[in-house]
């Protein structure tokens, strides 16, 4: 069992940068892969981006391609994600999540954090 602890949300404006940090307890961290996802106000939850269960290999949502990036370290049991040029669209509430393979669909992951606000003023 995984339980995950996300933080590093805020308020900022758009062009700003903001990393987000998802910190994992129990032992399959590094066994897992992890996925990033948001929902913004009466939205589905979408995917933002997922790696693999030793960072070689990501995904990305095509509207955050290019400007988010998506990273992990085992020894410290903790997924990131740097989000740069923010914009207002990408308000939302980011949660991350874990299961066993890289997937956009959220039903593929079986643990998911509490979730941190991000809000971007234009």
């Known amino acids: 069992q995984v339980q995950l602890v996300e933080s590093g949300g805020g308020l900022v404006q758009a062009g700003d940068s903001l990393t987000l940090s998802c910190a994992a307890s129990?032992?399959?961290?590094?066994?897992?892969?992890m996925g990033w996802f948001r929902q913004a106000p009466g939205k589905e939850r979408e995917f933002v981006a997922a790696i693999n269960r030793s960072g070689g290999s990501t995904l990305f949502a095509d509207s955050v391609k290019g400007r988010f990036a998506i990273s992990r370290d085992n020894a410290k049991n903790t997924v990131y994600l740097q989000m740069n040029s923010l914009k207002p669209d990408d308000t939302a509430v980011y949660y991350c999540?874990?299961?066993?393979?890289?997937?956009?669909?959220?039903?593929?992951?079986?643990?998911w954090g509490q979730g941190t606000q991000v809000t971007v003023s234009s």
């Open positions: 999540a874990a299961g066993i393979l890289t997937n956009t669909n959220p039903r593929a992951y079986a643990y």
């Open positions: 129990g032992r399959t961290f590094s066994s897992s892969a």
